[in-house]
């Protein structure tokens, strides 16, 4: 009796919820991951770009100079991306060329790594410019130096595709070209390339799926050269891709800068997601001297996933101009990428002439009258 007293006692004094199970629901904090990837468009190793990099104190080539401006902005991404549109030599090999079939030194991949670029996409309409041969030095090269790649391939069993794992997120990568120049794929090796076909794509992406990974990036050579608005064709192509599961287009091809936007697509079950599209990123490196192909544009996105929502969400953290300064110096050309930062030039390098820095300033309104002008075309398309 003593007993049952002391256990009334103790529960007046300490309530129920002393001796009693907790039905209150149990709080579950959100956990955060976020990627930053930054890409750029073409490098492109026109001849007088290819000399520019040659030092006759070492007989070599070394082109990381082109890219010390830049460094910075690549290298503080958690993943950096470019196109390499130009295949390269054989290790031994110094009879490089230019437009229209390219071959270019292998130091370029070695600046592109110590510039911050830690994949490369090899699928576009110059991959098979020097043949099987030049797909073959390429990836031998790149696998080399550890440079990661995807876009070509010397086996039917290696992977058409990359995977990052990065900050608890994991990335797909794709690289499709839709034209190889008229040049055909070898009858047997119909892999070498990723010449775009939407009858294997839905393979591939559900490959990736099966991989785990959250969010597709795909880098789409394609459209119209020096076009400044992406084609119709461009476009039914980009939508395909995002309807196909990709979140992610990274646009190349045209040589000039195209715009970019995010597009909401409505998946198989219903439910519906926002994807990104650059539709072209411009020249990165390149000879291509004249207005709006001396330049491009380098994004960096945030892809961001959260323990208590399905999918990835992605966001456009920056987009920066750059412009490439050539000036010639003891018979050749040297070349410089620059960050266009403003309207105004007020660059210290002592090297811009008034010319250049008319340029740049060129560039940023450039840029800035194309993207406003996409936004007013898409409020139209909205009825806004």
């Not at 529960?11 to 001796?19: H, P, Q």
């Not at 149990?26 to 490098?43: N, Q």
């Not at 073959?136 to 010397?154: C, M, N, P, W």
């Amino acid at each position: 009796m003593q007993c049952i007293w002391f256990i009334l006692g103790l529960i007046m004094v300490t309530g129920w919820a002393a001796i009693s199970p907790t039905f209150s629901d149990k709080v579950i904090e959100e956990e955060i991951s976020v990627v930053r990837l930054a890409a750029v468009g073409d490098v492109i190793m026109h001849l007088p770009v290819v000399r520019s990099g040659y030092r006759s104190e070492t007989d070599g080539y070394d082109f990381r100079p082109c890219f010390e401006e830049v460094r910075e902005y690549l290298s503080d991404a958690d993943i950096a991306v470019a196109v390499l549109e130009s295949p390269l030599a054989e290790i031994k090999d110094r009879k490089f060329t230019g437009y229209p079939l390219f071959k270019a030194p292998p130091a370029i991949a070695d600046a592109l790594q110590w510039a911050g670029i830690d994949l490369v996409f090899t699928a576009h309409n110059h991959s098979l410019d020097q043949g099987a041969a030049g797909v073959r030095h390429t990836l031998t090269y790149l696998d080399r130096i550890g440079l990661a790649h995807t876009g070509s391939r010397l086996r039917s069993e290696d992977p058409d595709y990359a995977i990052f794992d990065i900050n608890g997120i994991r990335l797909g990568f794709l690289s499709y070209t839709t034209s190889t120049n008229g040049i055909p794929l070898p009858a047997n090796a119909p892999y070498l390339v990723n010449v775009l076909d939407f009858k294997t794509l839905p393979m591939t992406v559900a490959k990736l799926k099966e991989l785990e990974a959250d969010v597709i990036i795909t880098a789409l050579h394609d459209g119209v050269e020096y076009q400044r608005w992406p084609s119709r064709e461009q476009r039914t192509v980009v939508q395909k891709l995002l309807e196909a599961g990709v979140d992610i287009v990274l646009g190349s091809h045209v040589h000039v800068i195209q715009p970019f936007e995010y597009q909401t697509v409505v998946n198989k079950d219903g439910s519906s997601r926002e994807c990104f599209v650059a539709y072209s990123l411009g020249n990165f490196l390149s000879n291509q001297q004249w207005r709006y192909s001396d330049c491009g544009l380098m994004l960096t996105l945030e892809i961001e996933k959260s323990s208590k929502r399905p999918g990835v969400t992605v966001r456009l953290d920056n987009y920066q101009p750059v412009w490439v300064h050539r000036y010639p110096t003891q018979g050749r050309y040297i070349y410089r990428l620059k960050l266009v930062k403003g309207p105004v030039c007020d660059d210290p390098d002592p090297r811009l002439d008034s010319t250049a820095r008319k340029r740049m300033e060129e560039v940023w309104k450039e840029m800035e009258d194309l993207l406003a002008r996409w936004r007013k075309d898409r409020e139209k398309d909205a009825g806004y």
